[in-house]
Nanobody
Framework: QVQLVESGGGLVQAGGSLRLSCAAS????????MGWFRQAPGKDRGFVAA????????DYADSVKGRSTISRDNAKNTVYLQIHSLKPEDTAVYYC????????????????????WGQGTQVTVSS
């Protein structure tokens, strides 16, 4: 079993930056690809970014590509998501999740592959 706890959310002005953190415990963190998803009010949860177990492969949604960076520190059992140039459209609850599929079948944006989820951290971007 893996427990994930997000932190770092808050209220920021448009154009600002945030770094979200996700601390993992109860499992072998380094063996999991990790992903970030978000859910805006009235909308379905969607993919934001993902990183492979080694950190060598990164994927981003088009909506955040170019202004976001996902990273991980396996020694600290933590995955991060930095978002720059924040927009009001980025307002959402952000969730981190651990991908339980084998690397050969890895699809970073597929929510069905993520077996462990955090409870989310709220990001609110004001204009």
């Amino acid at each position: 079993q893996v427990q994930l706890v997000e932190s770092g959310g808050g209220l920021v002005q448009a154009g600002g930056s945030l770094r979200l953190s996700c601390a993992a415990s109860g499992g072998t963190f380094s063996t999991y690809a990790m992903g970030w998803f978000r859910q805006a009010p009235g909308k379905d949860r969607g993919f934001v970014a993902a990183i492979s177990w080694s950190g060598g492969s990164r994927d981003y949604a088009d909506s955040v590509k170019g202004r976001s960076t996902i990273s991980r520190d396996n020694a600290k059992n933590t995955v991060y998501l930095q978002i720059h140039s924040l927009k009001p459209e980025d307002t959402a609850v952000y969730y981190c999740a651990a991908n339980v599929y084998k690397a050969t079948m890895y699809r970073p944006a597929s929510q069905e592959q993520y077996g462990y989820w955090g409870q989310g951290t709220q990001v609110t971007v004001s204009s």
